[in-house]
């Protein structure tokens, strides 16, 4: 297929689905997924699992807590290049690889979730995992969200 009908497919692909890849600014490339895909018809957002590493995806630390933390700030940022706000979360889905760490890590959970996310609480589930994707990773938490007109 040459290029030119490779672009007007992919270009018709677009518009017909009508889904904009939301990439914050600074972030390096993302490989195999989009960090977010808004569904312009109810403004959805639905965020890919992100992880406890920064923008550069370079893991600062290997305690639970603070890549939870990372992670929610990530989720966060996601949903803000996409032109939402916490209170348009509607969906999460989190990730751990283990148990324990979440169920013994109590108020300072709750004490990273109120300072990222606030007194919001969006439809959750919670999945222990043997391992996830990056070897280093502790936590992934993808989200979805509905973003008001």
Known sequence: MNESIKDQSKAETE???SHE????EGWLATKGYSAGILAQSGRQLFIAGQIGWNTQQVFESDVF???FAQAL???????????GQITDLTEMTIYVTDLDAYRNAGKALGSIWK?????????MALVGVAGLVEPRAKVEIQARAVISQ
Not at 115 to 123: C, F, N, Q, S, V
Request: glycine share 10%; no cysteine.
């Open 115 to 123: 300072d990222k996310i606030g007194r919001h609480y969006p439809a």
């Open 65 to 67: 807590l603070d890549q």
């Open 21 to 24: 890849i939301i990439h914050p």
């Open 73 to 83: 700030d990530n989720v966060v940022a996601v949903l803000k290049q996409g032109g």
């Open 15 to 17: 518009t017909r689905h």
